[in-house]
């Protein structure tokens, strides 16, 4: 008995000891990210003590502020800041000629005495302070006082230089008003990641959000909407937005605004009618949809408006780029309207088209005499501008290829990489999202190429950089995220801030670090630590699930083997088909069930911050209401990039006459699966068919085809052949259902 006592004793002194031996070794590792060039590791470390010391050299004081700003609230040191032209301990802060000459190059030196941080510029300097505070302890990021935290720096040398120049996220305050505050936190939660260029959607048909003195209805009409207890909106006034790019500026964010021309526009024809081409009166639309109503391009007075507005923004907004736009017009109202047919006639136009480019073209002379550079969505490339521009790709690679090759530069949106309002999974109690693009998970985003085949070779320096996008259409006034005015929970904050992080990372890293240091594994890895650093900003995020490491089959069934993606946490798991929740059995090591499908497991970071769980569907229980499995389509069997025949051996699946019903139901993948129709085929010969469009994607279109099978014949081999593409590209899969009617 004593013996056994004393045993115990003994293993749990041992566990205790290598558990602290093991935290010992996570703070030594270093976990920036995006991954820097370069990381030298010491044994040394340098302990920040309340009379650590901030020195920094002439022209740095900005940047010592905010360090200590950055540094004081945790760890409840006051410290003090001084200018030196030198520092022999403490931490200091020199504007230095590195070998490196990028403006946004820093290094970062940290040994037992000294932390130094060299750069270029005061913006390269601000990312040695986001090293720096990466390689502090998670709870430096909390707003309140951390106890018992030991701020110890691990001793490194780092010098770090970012890949691409744009680096950037789209935030569409268009379709739901996002306070100055909430912009001024999204702006952190890019710095963080030395992201540098927000690209603020300022207008839509959906709201107007920027005060233009010249048209105060813009504002006092075009930033409200909806009725009753769905009426709400907001306006950035001209202080704000002063205050906003001061302050994105001070950590090295450029604010480049978009004002949609001549599409997204109801806002401001709302609010003046002459704006329109019919001269209609409109309310400010409370739903999303691609409206009729644009911006006439065939009345002068169109052009002084873009033009005033513009003359104000450009006194706002020091950035280069101004963006118009440019997306998704329909031409309904242009192909009607005397003015713009005029117009069009006058200038011996072919299309409403090149009405577009006319307008594209006469904004961007505009925009020159203010030395500035028209960005637009990719539709403002499809033909000749006469200035090089920035084309804003959302649609797929080959508009990048097309518009470099025209002479133009390219920031990548595409949706399915970069459409951080699509959910990044299907898992049962996901948010609800946009779902068009189908599904962006984190790993896809890292996934993105910024220098497809074509590009490299010739017009690698017009390739800026990347933007993902926070698009808000499903907030508030979509059937989707409505707010619940009454509530004022901020709940769309919090889905923007799940939306954002931890994906804003992925796309950190591919614009940041070079493709060739770009691993998913080692990017994970470092990313483990980086959940707890959102919970003590109060950064709002979606925590990923467990994975599954392995699975063996066994005698009786399978011994399941989990990975836990997140430093400090526990994951937790169910094998009764129950959901998991915080409380449930703690995950100590490989267990065993009988079927794959009988766990669900979770990753609990604490009691109130836990993940959706990782589980195996079972397919064929999921898909069973429509009848059995068919085939199934992966990206490999889906090639090309046209129509091509799915061919799937249906002998034994038919089985009498009659009426059958064939679906394709969509389990994984980017994008959707488009399929044109579904061909009998018996013994070779086309015996039935249906024609018609459908889709199966996270929603599905007309993804059922039926047909009667006329004359069962035994022995004879049935097949059907389905023409069938990816939508954008190959990527998804799915189960092809048969059931006999
Ligand atoms: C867009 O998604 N309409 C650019
Ligand atoms: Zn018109």
Known sequence: MKNTKYLMQYFKTLLTVSFLLSIQVIRAQVTIVPLP?????????????????????????????????????????????????????????????????????????????????????????????QSLLQLLPPAVYSRERQKNVAWQIPGVKISDSPEYPWRGMMLDVGRYFFSTEYVKRFIDMMAMYKMNTLHFHL?????????????????????????????????????????????????????????????????????????????????????????????????????????????EVFGLFPSHYIHIGGDEANYERWKSCPDCQNLKKELNLKNESELQVYMNRRIQAFTKKYNRTIVGWDEIIEDGLKEKAVGMVWHNPDKALKAVEMGHDVVFSLTKFLYFDMAENAIPGEVQM???????PMEKTYQLNLMPAGIEAKHKNQVLGASATIWSDQFNHGTLLREFVPLNENR????????????????????????????????????SGHYARYQHAGYGFRLPQPVLANSVKTNDGYQVTLKNVVDNAEIRYTVDGTYPNPYSQIYTGPFSVKSLNDFKAIIVLNRSQYSLPLFVPDENEKFKKYGTLAGKWTPETVTGKNFNPLTLDLTGKIDASGSYKITFLYTTGGTKLEIKSVELYKNGQKVAEDVHDGAAGGEHTGN???????????????????????????NSSGAVMIKKD
């Open 37 to 129: 060039k370069s990381v030298k590791t010491t044994t040394e470390s340098f302990k920040l003590k309340p009379d650590t010391k901030i020195y920094y050299q002439s022209g740095l004081h900005q940047e010592a502020e905010l360090l200590a700003a950055a540094l004081s609230p945790a760890t409840g040191y006051d410290f003090t800041i001084k200018e030196a032209s030198a520092a022999p301990s403490g931490i200091f802060l020199q504007k230095a000629r590195l070998g490196e000459q990028n403006r946004e190059a820093y290094e970062l030196e940290v040994n037992k005495s000294l932390v130094s941080i060299k750069g270029n510029t005061g913006s390269g300097l601000f990312y040695g302070i």
């Open 203 to 311: 207008t839509d048909d959906n709201g107007w959000r920027i005060e233009i003195k010249k048209y105060p209805k813009l504002t006092e009409v075009g930033a409200w909407r909806g009725k009753n207890e769905k009426r709400n909106g907001g306006y950035y006034t001209q202080d704000d937005i002063r205050d906003i790019v001061a302050y994105a500026a001070a950590r090295n964010v450029e604010v480049i605004p978009e004002i949609e021309m001549p599409a997204h526009a109801m806002a401001a024809i709302a609010a003046y009618p002459h704006l329109g081409c019919t001269g209609q009166q409109f309310e400010v639309p409370d739903n999303q949809y691609i409206s009729k109503e644009i911006f006439c391009a065939g009345k002068h007075s169109t052009f002084d408006f873009l033009q005033d507005v513009l003359t």
């Open 492 to 527: 769309s904050e919090k889905y923007s801030d799940y939306m954002t992080l931890p994906r804003l990372s992925a796309l950190a890293e591919v614009v940041w670090t070079a493709k060739s240091k770009q691993d998913w594994a080692d990017f994970q890895k470092r990313m």
């Open 434 to 440: 946009a779902n068009w693009v189908g599904l962006v």
């Open 704 to 730: 059922v085809y039926q047909f009667k099978v006329p004359q069962f014949e035994t022995g004879a081999k049935y097949e059907i052949k389905a023409m069938v593409r990816g939508d954008i590209d190959n």
